[in-house]
């Protein structure tokens, strides 16, 4: 009896050590394999849930009665911040008003909202546009990366035709408000300042009154869609009416929009957005002629060329939704990259170290995953340092910074090796044997 009972425990542990073993030996991305095997659902179906379509908008200190720590981790990160109302928080003013140029077409005292805070504040003005209630914004900026006041024209986008060439008659409400404003992307209506709650989760009056009834939640539905709620702001666009050949950006005179105008949480962006425009090849204001970004807010435009993406990794899996960890400030390391990749793994890299893979030594800074897969290639204003990190996640190769007519200082390697030249640098990779990727990828 006692010897049956021996065999069974040790096969019992047997069986342990070895489940134990195959568990630690598992690749890093098995936890992944139910989000990246996700059945994929059309881009036009809306996920938002029917017990949501008749909610209001109800702002972020409804949701903070039951949902304390989302509410404290979102109130701690940048999208809480976006706008401030100077009256209630006079702090929030990081400009030097004492040196505001003698030109300047406002005060501090006319503003009622800042915009922005890290890299550069704008100043929201009260004003009557188009006979409507609206605001404009200030003829300068403050630049937090240079400390100095410039200039700001903000009718130089793509809707230049669409809009007078002058700050007093140019209206927030159809160009900014959508993507800064809780709310006013469906509704019109400035909910709530900054990006809370329910931008991601759309409207809930009726989940707030009854939390049995269902409100959208963007990691339910699949990898690709996920994504949307963060690309309705992230990303470029166009007015989704100039889709069609015959209409111009002149023909929507002060209504042109730049953000998807009815997108809510859950609803199918697809049917809302249309994205700036770009071909392999080909530069434009916004990217370089191999997809990397020229300008701030293009992290969706990008991201979109790249496997991971297609793969079904989303913005999620590196960044934390209500605390925005994995930012410059908020940095992970490398640890955001090897919770799911493993040296010689089937998902790379395929060299079996980090030295082997990065050819720099283990605590080298050019042994960080991000130095040459997320280089610098943009600025948030024309007269800004290079600080945007490409969210293209691919590796541009010297020769192709050099075929692409990128200035040199956007290529990873040039960026720590400015006394070399590109020339050097590829025949450093070459020596390496680190070209591979470059012949299977020709355009990335
Ligand atoms: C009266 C309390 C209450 C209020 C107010 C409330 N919630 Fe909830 N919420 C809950 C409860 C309880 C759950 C868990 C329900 C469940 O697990 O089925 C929940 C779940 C959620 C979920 C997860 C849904 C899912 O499918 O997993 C989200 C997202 C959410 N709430 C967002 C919000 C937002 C945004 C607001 C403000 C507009 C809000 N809640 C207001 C009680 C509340
Ligand atoms: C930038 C977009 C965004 C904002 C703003 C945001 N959320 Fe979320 N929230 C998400 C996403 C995406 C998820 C799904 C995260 C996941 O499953 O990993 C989520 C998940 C949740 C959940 C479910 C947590 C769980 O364990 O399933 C609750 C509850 C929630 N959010 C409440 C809030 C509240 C309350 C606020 C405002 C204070 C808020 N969220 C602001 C994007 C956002
Ligand atoms: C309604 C528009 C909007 C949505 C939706 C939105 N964002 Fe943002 N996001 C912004 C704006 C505007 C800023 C700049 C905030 C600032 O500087 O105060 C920002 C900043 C950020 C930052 C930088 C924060 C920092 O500390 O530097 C990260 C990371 C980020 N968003 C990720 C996301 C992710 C991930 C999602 C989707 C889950 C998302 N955002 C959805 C508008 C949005
Ligand atoms: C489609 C959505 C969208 C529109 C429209 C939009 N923004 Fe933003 N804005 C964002 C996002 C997302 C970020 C943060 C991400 C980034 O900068 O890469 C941002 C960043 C900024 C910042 C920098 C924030 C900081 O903390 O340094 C300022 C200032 C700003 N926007 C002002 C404006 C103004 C003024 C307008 C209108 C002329 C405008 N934006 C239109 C989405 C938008
Ligand atoms: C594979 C991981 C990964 C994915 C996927 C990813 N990001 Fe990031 N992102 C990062 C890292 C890492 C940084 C911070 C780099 C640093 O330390 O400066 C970053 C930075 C940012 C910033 C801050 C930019 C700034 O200049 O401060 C924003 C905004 C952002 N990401 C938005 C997004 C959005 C939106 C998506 C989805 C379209 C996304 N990210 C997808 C890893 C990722
Ligand atoms: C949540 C998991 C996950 C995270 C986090 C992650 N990756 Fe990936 N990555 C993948 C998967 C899965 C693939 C494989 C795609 C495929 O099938 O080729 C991949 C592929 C790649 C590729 C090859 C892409 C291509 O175009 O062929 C690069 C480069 C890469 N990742 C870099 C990074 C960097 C840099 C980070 C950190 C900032 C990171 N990854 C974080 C899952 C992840
Ligand atoms: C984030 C900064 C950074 C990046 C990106 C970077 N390096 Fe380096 N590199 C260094 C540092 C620091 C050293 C000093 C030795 C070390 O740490 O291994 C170095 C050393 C070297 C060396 C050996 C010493 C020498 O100067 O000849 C070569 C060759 C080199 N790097 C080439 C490259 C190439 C090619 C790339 C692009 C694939 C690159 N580096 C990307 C920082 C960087
Ligand atoms: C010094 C620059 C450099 C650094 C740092 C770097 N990589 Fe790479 N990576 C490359 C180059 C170059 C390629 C293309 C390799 C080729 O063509 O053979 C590449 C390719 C890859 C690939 C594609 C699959 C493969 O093996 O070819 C993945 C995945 C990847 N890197 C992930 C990472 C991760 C994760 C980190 C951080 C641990 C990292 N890389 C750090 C330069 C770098």
Redesign the pocket.
């Known amino acids: 009896m006692f010897y049956f009972k021996k065999n069974l425990l040790l096969i019992g542990l047997s069986i342990f050590i070895i489940v134990t073993i195959v568990w630690y030996n598992l690749p890093k991305i098995t936890p992944y394999y139910t989000q990246l095997t996700k059945a994929r659902i059309s881009m036009n179906i809306d996920l938002q849930p029917d017990s949501q379509k008749k909610s209001r908008f109800v702002g972020s200190h409804k949701c903070k009665e039951c949902h304390k720590e989302e509410h404290h981790d979102w109130q701690n990160?940048?999208?809480s911040?976006?706008i401030q109302d100077i009256q209630k928080n006079p702090n929030a003013v990081i400009a030097d008003f004492t040196k505001l140029p003698k030109d300047a077409d406002f005060t501090l005292a006319e503003a009622i909202y800042t915009v922005?805070?890290?890299f550069k504040q704008r100043y929201m003005i009260p004003a009557t546009i188009n006979g409507k209630d609206d605001f404009r914004l200030g003829n300068y900026q403050w630049n937090q990366q240079t400390n100095k006041w410039q200039n700001f024209k903000p009718y130089k986008y793509w809707y230049k035709d669409s809009y007078p060439h002058d700050n007093k008659n140019f209206p927030t409400s159809n160009t900014c408000d959508g993507?800064?404003f809780t709310g006013y992307m469906s509704t019109g209506e400035r909910v709530e300042p900054s990006?809370s709650c329910e931008?991601?989760h759309g409207p809930g009056s009726a989940h707030s009154k009854d939390p049995e009834s269902a409100i959208f939640k963007?990691s339910l539905s699949d990898p690709i869609r996920t994504n949307e709620?963060?690309l309705?702001?992230?990303m470029r666009n166009r007015d989704k009416r100039i889709e069609t050949k015959k209409m111009t950006a002149k023909k929507i005179w002060m209504s042109a929009k730049d953000y998807p105008h009815g997108y809510e949480a859950g609803r199918p962006l697809i049917d809302y957005k249309l994205p700036a425009p770009f071909t392999f090849g080909q530069e434009t204001k916004e990217f370089w002629a191999n997809g990397a970004a020229k300008k701030n807010r293009t992290q969706g435009n990008e991201y979109v060329h790249n496997t991971m993406y297609k793969h079904g990794i989303t913005?999620?899996n590196c960044?934390d939704?209500h605390k925005?960890t994995n930012?410059a400030?908020k940095p992970q390391g490398n640890t955001a990259c090897m919770k799911c990749h493993t040296f010689g793994s089937l998902i790379g890299p395929h060299q079996n170290s980090l030295e082997e893979h990065t050819h720099h030594k283990e605590d080298s800074k050019g042994s960080q995953c991000i130095e040459c897969h997320m280089p610098k290639t943009a600025k948030h204003t024309g007269k800004s340092p290079l600080t945007v990190r490409s969210h293209l996640f691919s590796f541009t190769y010297p020769a192709q910074t050099k075929a692409y007519k990128m200035p040199p200082e956007t290529n990873a390697c040039y960026a720590c090796h400015k006394n070399k030249t590109l020339d050097t640098l590829q025949k450093n990779l070459k020596d390496w044997g680190m070209l591979e990727w470059g012949k299977l990828k020709p355009l990335l």
């Open positions: 990160s940048l999208h911040k976006m922005g805070s890290k993507c800064h990006i931008s991601c963007a709620v963060c309705q702001c992230h913005c999620i960044h939704p925005l930012t400030q």
